[in-house]
Structures are given as C-alpha cells and as structure tokens.
C-alpha cells in the first residue's frame, strides 16, 4: 500500500499538481489533463535535474539524493496545491463534463489507448542496448554514481560527466529506494505505464494546438483521427 502510494504521488499526483501551474500562468489557455500531466512532469524532472546535478559532482551518495528528493518532492508539491487548487478543481471539473459527452467511436479510442499501455507494458522486450539497468546495479554495488563501467567494471577515474549531466538512472534509483522496490521492477512494469500516459498527454495537447476549435465544436473529428 505504502509502495503503491509513493509511486502514483511522484509518478502521478505530482506532475498533475505542477503542471498546474504551467495552466495558471498561460491564462487557462490550455485546460486539459494531457498538457497539465506532461508539463508538470518535464517541469518534475528538471526540477530533479537541478537539486542532483551539484550533488552528484560533490560526490553525493543515492540515499543522500533520495532524502532530499523526498523533502523536495513534498514541499514541491503542496505548494503547487495551494497556489493551483481551483485550477486543479477545474480541470478535473472540465475533464469529468468531457468524458460524459464521449459518444461510441471517443469510448473505442480510450480502449485503444489502455490497450496499447498494457501491451507496451507486459509484451514489449527491452533492447540489449538499455544500460539503464546495469547502470543502477552498478552504483548501488560500489556505492557511488557514474564511476563505473556497468559492464566491465573498470573505474573511469573520474564521474561519467556524459551520464552525470542527464541523471535519469539516479532519479529511477531515487525512487526504486524511496518506494522500496526493485529497480527492474520500477522499470519494467511502473514506469513505462507513466511515460505513455506522458507520451498521449502530448499528443493530446498537440491536437487542440493543430485542430482548434471554432467555438461550435468543429474540426473535433480531426483531433480524433489525429489521436488514433
């Protein structure tokens, strides 16, 4: 229960609250769950970026940067709470009034999207070029961040700046640790669920961007197909 909650909070709950504000400060121009979720969540990645990039130059430790991300993420995300809480009313208020409006062909394309997420999740196979796995392994077995060659073992001699610059195996690891989960676990069943409802919410915001609307609900069959 306690993994379960950690995980929708930091892979769910906060990017939904953050991108709230990227909602608030375009004037409500851009009302819909798919730009709020992918622009909080590019936003909770820099955010990550940015705390850790000093840290892992200093030779900070893993459990270091998840303690901190832990205190980062809460404040975080209560703040964009209070400052977005109506705009977060709202858009789940917009979002609600849509869905009941969906007619058969909307339904089918929600089906079409769930089900693509299940077999992008459970049947794809990874590529034999994804250190990601490896690198995290690794970190964790010498106990520091980009200082190793996941495969060899051989010391660089110095932090991987290539690796170190763009951390997202640290922020997988940071979570994996927080949630109290295995890293495969993390990356082959939790995240890639997230990052497709990432990947749609762009989508999804690329069709209101390209079909707009006339205030009569026209060009909405466009989108549609635009989605599909």
Not at 41 to 64: E, K, N, R, Y
Not at 150 to 165: D, H, R, S, V
Not at 198 to 220: A, I, P, T
Request: with cysteine; hydrophobic share 50%.
């Amino acid at each position: 229960m306690k993994t379960g909650l950690i995980l929708i909070y930091n892979l769910g709950l906060l990017p939904l609250v953050v991108g709230a504000i990227w909602v608030r400060l375009t004037a409500k121009r851009n009302k819909s769950l798919g730009f709020t979720f992918a622009a909080g969540f590019a936003t909770v990645l820099a955010a990550f970026l940015c705390m850790t990039l000093p840290m892992i130059h200093a030779g900070s430790s893993v459990g270091d940067i998840a303690h901190r991300w832990r205190v980062a993420s809460l404040v975080l995300g209560l703040v964009s709470t209070l400052v977005c809480v109506k705009t977060l009313f709202e858009l789940l208020a917009d979002w609600i009034k849509e869905r009941r409006a969906y007619d058969l062909k909307q339904w089918g394309l929600v089906l079409l999207t769930l089900t693509t997420i299940i077999l992008s999740v459970f049947f794809t196979i990874p590529t034999a070029e994804d250190y990601t796995l490896p690198i995290i392994q690794t970190n964790r077995a010498t106990a520091t961040i980009y200082e190793y060659n996941p495969y060899t073992g051989e010391a660089y001699g110095q932090i991987l700046a290539e690796k170190a610059n763009s951390p997202l195996e640290v922020y997988y690891d940071v979570l994996a640790t927080w949630a109290g989960i295995e890293p495969l676990m993390l990356l082959r069943r939790i995240l890639p669920v997230f990052l497709l409802v990432f990947f749609f919410g762009v989508v999804d915001y690329l069709s209101c961007v390209l079909f707009l609307e006339d205030g009569k609900g026209n060009r909405k069959k466009e989108r549609d197909y635009f989605k599909l």
